[in-house]
């Protein structure tokens, strides 16, 4: 069965960087576009970042532009999101998601279990 | 950016209820529109995709329907495990975006 299980977040000062990882199974990841989207405290949901299967194509949300980065590494199924110049309101629950549908702009179909960044002083 | 917005922002309901949710683009998105319910503290699930297919493995007593700007999303017989939150989404265009939630809780 499709999973995606992340790791990296935690507490990170303002202006700091930190590297989320997401590994993916179950599913040919080379063949998916791939997601990050996140959700402050008692907040909706908010899109982030995708990638297509070949790292050609990147999109980014305007409050995350020029400051995170999305990438990929098919060999290892695994998807990564490099967070540089951190803010506090940059404060959630991050998820990756596999793009079910790639109609548009993209929905998607499974999630990862979440991971909390905090960016704190 | 195309907005969304839900309504209700939440309600009330019984086990064995039906309950409807609207949600509404401020331009027409067709059909691109999907419905995500997400529990506290658990990760979203992907419910409904184009307006009214239901994800692999969601229960038939989820339904969508709806196109343009008007949308809804009903559960029949609700059960215990559906006491959540609910989201639509657009992906008309960019960005992707997401109504506020409703919150279904139990009465």
């Known amino acids: 069965q499709v999973q995606l299980v992340q790791s990296g977040g935690g507490l990170v000062k303002p202006e700091g960087s930190l590297r989320l990882s997401c590994a993916a199974s179950?599913?040919?990841?080379?063949?998916?576009?791939m997601s990050w989207f996140r959700q402050a405290p008692g907040r909706g949901l908010e899109w982030v970042s995708y990638i297509d299967p070949s790292s050609s194509t990147l999109y980014y949300g305007d409050s995350v532009k020029g400051r995170f980065t999305i990438s990929r590494d098919n060999a290892r199924n695994s998807l990564f999101l490099l967070m540089n110049s951190l803010r506090l309101d940059d404060t959630a629950v991050y998820y990756c998601?596999?793009?079910?549908?790639?109609?548009?702009?993209?929905?998607?179909?499974?999630w990862g279990q979440g991971t909390l960044v905090t960016v704190s002083s | 950016d195309i907005q969304m917005t839900q309504s209700p922002s939440s309600l009330s309901a019984s086990v064995g209820d039906r309950v409807t949710i609207s949600c509404r683009a401020s331009?027409?998105?067709?059909?691109?529109l999907a419905w995500f319910q997400q529990r506290p503290g658990t990760a979203p699930k992907s419910l409904i995709y184009?307006?009214?297919t239901l994800q692999s493995g969601v229960p038939s007593r989820f339904s969508g329907s709806g196109s343009g700007t008007e949308f809804t999303l009903t559960i029949g017989n609700l059960q215990p495990e559906d006491f959540a939150s609910y989201y639509c989404?657009?992906?008309?265009?960019?960005?992707?975006?997401f109504g506020g939630g409703t919150e279904v809780d139990i009465k």
């Open positions: 989404q657009q992906y008309m265009s960019y960005p992707p975006t």
């Open positions: 998601a596999r793009v079910g549908s790639l109609v548009g702009s993209g929905t998607p179909d499974y």
């Open positions: 184009s307006a009214s």
């Open positions: 179950g599913f040919t990841f080379s063949d998916y576009w």
């Open positions: 331009q027409g998105v067709s059909t691109h």
